[in-house]
């Protein structure tokens, strides 16, 4: 099978140095039409394919990302492995702002999105046990090491609904749940890629501390903004370093990512619905 990274993030991304044959491609989803288009390229050989998450001018907040569109599209596009790239606050002091942390838990705590490709008509349990690949959120550990960024490994990411930050009461709880980062975007993206059949990294960009923190009490947008500006270079130079690390031929992913739902779907085959099952072709045609 061929590599094609998937790369969900904002803006600043998709001025990645050395992408070859760059174009912004409409993708047509039965699933609603996805944040923009998607930029596709190739980067040292391998396809990439760039999603900005709310839009080229920040057009969808947290919950009207059409997340289900974009995963969807993306899976469309071919597309193998996605590494989502997000700006999130820390619960942990030594989880600075400027800092890359590797996520591989997550606490979901939005309440107004779709959340699944699936239900009536064809119903399907995907295990989220293990939510993001380890093979490769390695991969961008490591990229994000070579780019000079100080990296921490593993680490559970409170979804909030938004778009308001945090009430004090609100971060200290979560700090209290021992949760280490927050953000607003990861859910239910994490949860499509899976039912995708799709390997799922996370990478949080830490821009502030949230509210708990007794010296940064209040979050700023001003020096959130001024410290994504001073990730944004560090961020494509991990999408830039990716293709070598994965290399242009994918095997089978050893955690089981592309194959979520070999034993997931739970509808009898007489009793799923046509129209759903259309809509499912590209997510889930492997199995139906």
């Given at each position: 099978m061929e590599?094609?990274?998937?790369v969900i993030g904002?803006?600043?991304?998709?001025e990645?140095?050395?992408?070859?044959?760059?174009?912004?491609?409409r993708?047509?989803s039965p699933?609603?039409?996805p944040?923009d288009?998607?930029?596709?390229g190739?980067?040292?050989?391998?396809?990439?394919?760039?999603l900005?998450?709310h839009g080229?001018?920040?057009v969808?907040?947290p919950?009207?990302?059409?997340?289900?569109?974009?995963?969807?599209?993306l899976?469309?596009?071919?597309?193998t492995d996605?590494?989502?790239?997000s700006a999130c606050g820390?619960?942990r002091?030594e989880l600075a702002p400027?800092?890359?942390?590797?996520?591989?838990?997550f606490i979901?705590?939005t309440f107004?999105?779709?959340k699944?490709f699936?239900?009536t008509?064809?119903v399907?349990h995907v295990?989220?046990?293990?939510?993001?690949c380890a093979?490769?959120g390695?991969a961008?550990?490591?990229?994000?090491e070579a780019?000079?960024?100080?990296?921490h490994?593993?680490g559970?990411?409170?979804a909030m609904?938004?778009?308001?930050?945090s009430?004090?009461a609100?971060s200290?709880?979560?700090?209290?749940?021992?949760?280490d980062?927050?953000?607003?975007?990861?859910?239910?993206?994490?949860?499509l890629?899976?039912?995708a059949?799709?390997?799922?990294?996370?990478?949080?960009?830490?821009?502030?501390?949230d509210s708990?923190?007794e010296?940064?009490?209040t979050?700023?947008i001003?020096?959130?903004?001024a410290t994504l500006?001073?990730?944004?270079?560090?961020?494509?130079k991990?999408v830039?370093?990716?293709p070598g690390?994965?290399g242009?031929d994918r095997?089978?992913c050893?955690h089981?990512?592309?194959?979520a739902?070999?034993?997931a779907?739970?509808?009898?085959?007489?009793k799923?619905d046509?129209g759903?099952?259309?809509?499912?072709?590209?997510?889930?045609g492997?199995v139906?």
């Amino acid at each position: 099978m061929e590599t094609v990274i998937g790369v969900i993030g904002g803006s600043g991304l998709y001025e990645i140095p050395g992408l070859e044959e760059a174009t912004w491609q409409r993708v047509d989803s039965p699933w609603g039409a996805p944040s923009d288009a998607i930029l596709t390229g190739r980067l040292d050989g391998i396809r990439l394919a760039f999603l900005p998450r709310h839009g080229r001018g920040h057009v969808h907040s947290p919950t009207t990302v059409p997340y289900r569109a974009n995963i969807d599209a993306l899976k469309r596009l071919g597309v193998t492995d996605v590494i989502s790239v997000s700006a999130c606050g820390s619960f942990r002091e030594e989880l600075a702002p400027g800092d890359f942390l590797i996520v591989d838990q997550f606490i979901d705590r939005t309440f107004a999105r779709e959340k699944s490709f699936f239900g009536t008509g064809c119903v399907a349990h995907v295990s989220l046990a293990h939510p993001t690949c380890a093979r490769l959120g390695q991969a961008a550990a490591q990229a994000a090491e070579a780019a000079g960024v100080k990296v921490h490994r593993g680490g559970t990411y409170l979804a909030m609904e938004g778009p308001q930050f945090s009430s004090v009461a609100e971060s200290r709880l979560y700090k209290g749940w021992g949760c280490d980062v927050i953000g607003m975007t990861n859910m239910p993206e994490a949860k499509l890629a899976r039912e995708a059949e799709l390997c799922y990294a996370s990478v949080a960009m830490i821009t502030d501390y949230d509210s708990w923190h007794e010296g940064h009490d209040t979050v700023d947008i001003t020096k959130i903004l001024a410290t994504l500006a001073g990730n944004a270079d560090a961020a494509r130079k991990l999408v830039a370093d990716m293709p070598g690390r994965l290399g242009t031929d994918r095997g089978s992913c050893p955690h089981g990512c592309d194959h979520a739902l070999d034993h997931a779907i739970m509808t009898a085959p007489d009793k799923r619905d046509p129209g759903l099952l259309s809509r499912l072709d590209a997510v889930a045609g492997r199995v139906l």
